[in-house]
């Protein structure tokens, strides 16, 4: 086993309101190792990132209450002081957010937001910079980068700034890439090319990447990994075929469910899942996905199941016999395709 | 298989019916204007550039493009919400194409609309119940003192709680504001409505839910529906027939199905296989064309087929010159192309049972 990149131990993440304590994120535990894609799947307030911000120091102890720890090549980010922790954030891990054009400045040229964010990290001459920024602009894919590093993000189509935010995050070279639902603003053709564009750069800079979804249908062909999360917990983690070809948490079963497949033979029935995820202020006892699910039984509103491993490293946290998720999925989730 | 062959030919066999709404040679511009005091037309964004559409009542029709293919602007060019530059349109058969306000109301009742951004196209100061009950007070088509009694059993039907008759669209999830929106465009009973990315905004499991209960009204109140979104595989699930559109053109239209399977325009295979599948294996299996570049400007579509610059399969000087026109590929399959894919040509086992 290689050194691992990032280590996350037990983090909660809750915030104080007016109403009550969030809990956005209560409890996750994780480990990243260079060169592995980490899909990380879930719905709006199950805390996937969340999980992400804190770890880039985005969410801090200020408007937080932040328990546990994230380790990055062994060091504790949450202990680190602010000025040592900027220079890991943006340097060594990198983040691309869902909207583009509200990540770039308007009234900044593309190009010299590069060079800032480079000058910030390493002393170097704005000449220097430049030529790195527009460098980085060809190896992500943009024609005529001397042009376009002059050009404001409003020239930009959707798909180019979102290529920009990439070669920002990457100008660096980090060691981890984070990316909050790249693609949930781009159309499917610039979508397609985004994934393909970040496939090829983790290889060319062998970082870890972890992308954050709610669409299972969007890491399935460029995650080595899935983590599901539900509530602000992970509810369950495998390898990509061990989710896609025999998932064992019924939360990750309704996902599954819910998709619109391409590939359906015939028009069926979308199975979603029913109700709507929990208020992080009052979440539900026992197992948070309890009143949602079509399995449940005494124990789950009464007990928190463990994320435990099944077999090998394929965990699911919940307490259905592991013949019966076999079955079930078999019989129920698999049959539609 | 057989079922198939049924639904291909429906189109034709429908003949004798007419359509609920049919649009001929529907053309859009937008002049883009330079001076400030004499101010002169110096181009115009081509939006829509020629759309013949047919509608059949209690059909879905799906409209998928990407951004900027002219899909919602042909959309608000049928509610006449934007006045067609050229062309005609129908409604049941009577041409409504320069109706004036007073004449279109009539129209309007039957015809309603469900838009992307639930927030955005619900008033926030607005209590739900004065939301959804709005159309009743504009077209008076229920007494006041009904109002509410109403309203309340429209929320019901859409699966929101009665009770949050008072409550503003700040206190509803995502899913639940697409469902006002929905309780809103039932009102006035239409019998067409167009649905403008009504589920691109909502979580994966909380489309679904909507995509079901737009399908559940459609078989209880005979609904027609045009459906447009640029996700492929939702326009597929929800649509008998679906039109694909570039650059303010249909390129290809089909029964979803025989879309998937059969594609013919390299536009559409190219549509098709960026679509993910949640399924890794049959994703490795797919053929990927990649589009290079973006789509080019409407103000000056490239010449001939207007998708030719970005096409793998142009051939020059013929693709740039000719303008190719719609024709039947397959019965039921129309496509604008000089040379087609072959059959079977992103999925070559394609999941579908034969």
Same mark, same amino acid.
């Given at each position: 086993?290689?050194?691992?990149?990032?280590?996350?131990?037990?983090?909660?993440?809750?915030?104080?309101?007016?109403?009550?304590?969030? #809990?956005?994120?209560?409890?996750?535990?994780?480990?990243?190792?260079?060169?592995?894609?980490?899909?990380?799947?879930?719905?709006?307030?199950?805390?996937?990132?969340?999980?992400?911000?804190?770890?880039?120091?985005?969410?801090?102890? #200020?408007?937080?209450?932040?328990?546990?720890?994230?380790?990055?090549?062994?060091?504790?980010?949450?202990?680190?002081?602010?000025?040592?922790?900027?220079?890991?954030?943006?340097?060594?891990?990198?983040?691309?957010?869902?909207?583009?054009?509200?990540?770039?400045?308007?009234?900044?040229?593309?190009?010299?937001?590069?060079?800032?964010?480079?000058?910030?990290?390493?002393?170097?001459?704005?000449?220097?910079?430049?030529?790195?920024?527009?460098?980085?602009?060809?190896?992500?894919?943009?024609?005529?980068?001397?042009?376009?590093?002059?050009?404001?993000?409003?020239?930009?189509?959707?798909?180019?700034?979102?290529?920009?935010?990439?070669?920002?995050?990457?100008?660096?070279?980090?060691?981890?890439?984070?990316?909050?639902?790249?693609?949930?603003?781009?159309?499917?053709?610039?979508?397609?090319?985004?994934?393909?564009?970040?496939?090829?750069?983790?290889?060319?800079?062998?970082?870890?990447?972890?992308?954050?979804?709610?669409?299972?249908?969007?890491?399935?062909?460029?995650?080595?990994?899935?983590?599901?999360?539900?509530?602000? #917990?992970?509810?369950?983690?495998?390898?990509?075929?061990?989710?896609?070809?025999?998932?064992?948490?019924?939360?990750?079963?309704?996902?599954?469910?819910?998709?619109?497949?391409?590939?359906?033979?015939?028009?069926?029935?979308?199975?979603?899942?029913?109700?709507?995820?929990?208020?992080?202020?009052?979440?539900?006892?026992?197992?948070?996905?309890?009143?949602?699910?079509?399995?449940?039984?005494?124990?789950?509103? #009464?007990?928190?199941?463990?994320?435990?491993?099944?077999?090998?490293?394929?965990?699911?946290?919940?307490?259905?016999?592991?013949?019966?998720?076999?079955?079930?999925?078999?019989?129920?989730?698999?049959?539609?395709? | 298989?057989?079922?198939?062959?049924?639904?291909?030919?429906?189109?034709?066999?429908?003949?004798?019916?007419?359509?609920?709404?049919?649009?001929?040679?529907?053309?859009?511009?937008?002049?883009?204007?330079?001076?400030?005091?004499?101010?002169?037309?110096?181009?115009?964004?081509?939006?829509?550039?020629?759309?013949?559409?047919?509608?059949?009542?209690?059909?879905?029709?799906?409209?998928?493009?990407?951004?900027?293919?002219?899909?919602?602007?042909?959309?608000?060019?049928?509610?006449?919400?934007?006045?067609?530059?050229?062309?005609?349109?129908?409604?049941?058969?009577?041409?409504?194409?320069?109706?004036?306000?007073?004449?279109?109301?009539?129209?309007?009742?039957?015809?309603?609309?469900?838009?992307?951004?639930?927030?955005?196209?619900?008033?926030?100061?607005?209590?739900?119940?004065?939301?959804?009950?709005?159309?009743?007070?504009?077209?008076?088509?229920?007494?006041?003192?009904?109002?509410?009694?109403?309203?309340?059993?429209?929320?019901?039907?859409?699966?929101?709680?009665?009770?949050?008759?008072?409550?503003?669209?700040?206190?509803?999830?995502?899913?639940?504001?697409?469902?006002?929106?929905?309780?809103?465009?039932?009102?006035?009973?239409?019998?067409?409505?167009?649905?403008?990315?009504?589920?691109?905004?909502?979580?994966?499991?909380?489309?679904?839910?909507?995509?079901?209960?737009?399908?559940?009204?459609?078989?209880?109140?005979?609904?027609?529906?045009?459906?447009?979104?640029?996700?492929?595989?939702?326009?597929?699930?929800?649509?008998?027939?679906?039109?694909?559109?570039?650059?303010?053109?249909?390129?290809?239209?089909?029964?979803?199905?025989?879309?998937?399977?059969?594609?013919?325009?390299?536009?559409?295979?190219?549509?098709?296989?960026?679509?993910?599948?949640?399924?890794?294996?049959?994703?490795?299996?797919?053929?990927?064309?990649?589009?290079?570049?973006?789509?080019?400007?409407?103000?000056?579509?490239?010449?001939?087929?207007?998708?030719?610059?970005?096409?793998?399969?142009?051939?020059?000087?013929?693709?740039?010159?000719?303008?190719?026109?719609?024709?039947?590929?397959?019965?039921?399959?129309?496509?604008?192309?000089?040379?087609?894919?072959?059959?079977?040509?992103?999925?070559?086992?394609?999941?579908?049972?034969?």
């Amino acid at each position: 086993m290689p050194e691992p990149l990032l280590e996350i131990k037990n983090l909660k993440v809750h915030f104080p309101t007016d109403d009550g304590l969030v #809990k956005a994120v209560d409890g996750v535990n994780l480990t990243l190792y260079p060169g592995q894609t980490l899909g990380v799947v879930g719905e709006s307030g199950s805390g996937k990132s969340v999980t992400w911000l804190t770890v880039m120091g985005l969410v801090t102890k #200020k408007e937080a209450i932040i328990e546990g720890e994230i380790l990055f090549r062994g060091q504790d980010l949450l202990k680190l002081p602010v000025d040592e922790l900027r220079n890991i954030r943006g340097s060594k891990m990198g983040m691309v957010f869902q909207d583009p054009m509200s990540s770039l400045h308007p009234f900044f040229k593309v190009g010299d937001q590069i060079v800032e964010a480079i000058r910030a990290h390493q002393r170097m001459s704005k000449r220097e910079a430049m030529d790195l920024a527009i460098d980085m602009l060809r190896r992500v894919g943009i024609p005529r980068p001397e042009e376009r590093a002059r050009q404001y993000p409003h020239e930009f189509s959707g798909g180019m700034r979102q290529r920009a935010m990439i070669a920002m995050a990457l100008v660096l070279n980090p060691d981890v890439l984070i990316a909050d639902e790249p693609t949930t603003a781009l159309d499917v053709t610039v979508q397609a090319q985004i994934l393909d564009l970040i496939d090829r750069l983790e290889q060319e800079f062998n970082a870890a990447v972890v992308i954050i979804t709610h669409d299972l249908g969007v890491v399935a062909e460029h995650a080595d990994d899935i983590l599901v999360m539900y509530a602000g #917990k992970p509810v369950e983690f495998g390898e990509r075929r061990d989710i896609y070809y025999g998932a064992h948490h019924p939360y990750t079963w309704g996902l599954l469910q819910s998709i619109a497949r391409l590939d359906e033979a015939e028009r069926e029935r979308l199975r979603p899942i029913r109700g709507l995820p929990p208020s992080l202020i009052f979440v539900p006892p026992g197992c948070a996905f309890h009143p949602r699910c079509p399995y449940a039984f005494d124990r789950c509103s #009464k007990e928190s199941p463990e994320l435990i491993p099944e077999n090998g490293h394929h965990a699911s946290a919940c307490f259905l016999p592991l013949a019966d998720k076999e079955r079930i999925f078999k019989e129920e989730v698999l049959q539609r395709s | 298989m057989s079922v198939e062959v049924n639904e291909r030919s429906e189109p034709e066999q429908r003949t004798d019916q007419t359509p609920l709404v049919k649009l001929v040679g529907i053309k859009k511009y937008f002049p883009i204007r330079r001076g400030i005091i004499f101010q002169r037309t110096v181009g115009n964004v081509h939006a829509v550039d020629g759309v013949d559409l047919e509608i059949y009542p209690g059909e879905t029709v799906g409209l998928v493009g990407e951004t900027g293919c002219g899909k919602s602007t042909l959309a608000r060019v049928i509610m006449k919400l934007f006045e067609a530059t050229e062309g005609q349109l129908f409604y049941d058969g009577q041409e409504y194409t320069r109706f004036s306000r007073r004449r279109m109301r009539p129209l309007r009742r039957e015809v309603q609309m469900i838009f992307q951004d639930p927030y955005a196209s619900l008033n926030a100061r607005k209590t739900v119940g004065s939301i959804i009950g709005e159309p009743f007070r504009i077209h008076r088509t229920v007494s006041k003192g009904k109002i509410k009694g109403e309203v309340q059993q429209l929320m019901e039907l859409v699966g929101l709680n009665p009770e949050h008759y008072n409550r503003y669209p700040h206190e509803f999830s995502g899913g639940q504001r697409q469902r006002i929106g929905v309780a809103r465009a039932l009102a006035l009973k239409p019998r067409l409505i167009i649905a403008d990315e009504p589920v691109s905004a909502l979580d994966v499991s909380i489309q679904a839910q909507i995509l079901n209960l737009l399908e559940d009204l459609q078989a209880e109140f005979k609904l027609t529906y045009l459906f447009i979104a640029h996700d492929l595989s939702v326009v597929k699930h929800v649509s008998d027939r679906v039109a694909v559109m570039y650059l303010g053109k249909v390129v290809e239209m089909a029964p979803g199905a025989m879309l998937y399977r059969n594609p013919k325009h390299p536009y559409t295979g190219a549509l098709l296989s960026a679509v993910p599948i949640p399924d890794p294996d049959l994703a490795a299996q797919k053929k990927r064309i990649i589009l290079e570049g973006d789509v080019p400007s409407p103000i000056d579509p490239p010449s001939g087929c207007r998708f030719h610059p970005r096409c793998p399969r142009a051939q020059l000087p013929k693709c740039s010159t000719d303008e190719p026109v719609l024709e039947v590929h397959h019965p039921g399959q129309l496509a604008a192309c000089h040379f087609p894919l072959e059959d079977r040509a992103i999925m070559e086992t394609a999941g579908v049972s034969e």
